[in-house]
């Protein structure tokens, strides 16, 4: 098993939104869910792509080995700046172990939920 | 870094639907999302193939460096010609950079929204 | 351009299942959307595989040149047999020559319409 | 044919999730959809990770040849142990021969059914 790399440690994800409202009981919602199976802790830097400013870079978070993190888009932020609802953006994922990527978008603008999800697109 | 492609320069999506109606909040409709992390502006070309009748080509957008753009179906025209709504559809969007794309419909012809979401076929 | 095949021949999509109900407007259905970039009409042959029974095999369909088609799975048959309704299956899908292939659910089994879509899985 | 590996021996989904309720006609599940294409019996062992405690390794499942398996994910269990509903996790799908695997969710937390679909991340 150790020849096969599992992974990647490049991820993107070109359709970021965080819904403005949530109506349901499940609160509109963006998770990035990374999966690292390596015993080494992987060390995440995330940049935030816009239409029309400069990209928010150098976000950071971390993840354990053979650990998963679901992470909410809402809770990434550069010193204090977090991504805004309501706008489009596309986000950038390295890590420093391979991992493997999967997004998922929950909208509770209506009562009742609508759900998407892709796995991200890795670069090898 | 610089030896990485990041995406590619041709891009597929078979399942092109704009509905019809519209009773939610929100109007239905599907975007193409493209992320462009070079600092080059990219040229977009895009060809819409039908089931009954000779494509809709030479459809043109730009999308600057470092940028995303998330570009409503519907608001692609060639010379006045849109995509007829209620008529199944695929696009072909070719860019003089490598991006990468992703595809979401938000479909509201009914008082609660559904979602769906791919990541485009690549070619390579 | 000549020289990147645009597709793939053999693909795959391990989750089909046509729901039994449809109390919305819309008929619970699901759809093969092809893409066929080239000029050569495509000749496709399906194969649909079950849980419990052999597969059904040697469904026949065909793909003009530059154009898409969306198939319902419902419409499928050989012989007069038919994929039933509420069961599990997965589908192959074999083309001669390259094409893409995404795989589009739409669930009306309660008045608010779920939508899930994947890009098939292709063999190279 | 024969040289054309049909699928791939290592699947992965980083986005796992049993919702905690259903108030829908159906019940809130996710399902791993697996398709193989060969005349052997697949030998299967999943790896479910978590957050915050160490994974629930060696759970066996069997796909007889020329048949798809659609699992849900509820009802994998080692010595009586199954995945805990609202709890993020994130699974690994070995096969003892290749097969292709797809992942649905559906949530009916709320009446109206949400739909999430992907091809699970394979190893090559």
């Given amino acids: 098993m150790s020849s096969i790399q599992k992974g990647h440690r490049f991820w993107y994800i070109p359709d970021g939104y965080i819904p ?4 349901g009981k499940v609160e509109s ?10 015993e080494e802790e992987a060390s995440i ?3 935030v792509y ?3 400013r400069e990209p928010l870079e150098q976000i950071e978070a971390r993840l354990e ?5 679901h992470i909410r888009t809402s809770e990434l932020q550069k010193d ?3 991504i805004p609802k309501g706008v489009p953006y ?6 420093s172990v ?9 909208d509770s603008t209506q009562p009742a939920n609508a759900l998407m999800s892709v796995i991200g697109f890795p670069l090898s």
């Avoid at 403005?20 to 109506?23: D, K, M, V, Y």
């Fill in 80 to 82: 204090g700046e977090r």
């Fill in 50 to 52: 816009f239409e029309d």
């Fill in 45 to 47: 830097v995330i940049t």
């Fill in 98 to 106: 391979p991992v493997i990527l999967q997004y998922t978008r929950v």
């Fill in 29 to 38: 919602h963006e998770a990035i869910c990374l999966l690292n199976c390596y």
């Fill in 20 to 23: 403005r409202e949530s109506l």
């Fill in 90 to 95: 596309a986000i950038e994922v390295v890590s």
């Fill in 65 to 69: 080995g053979r650990r998963t993190k």
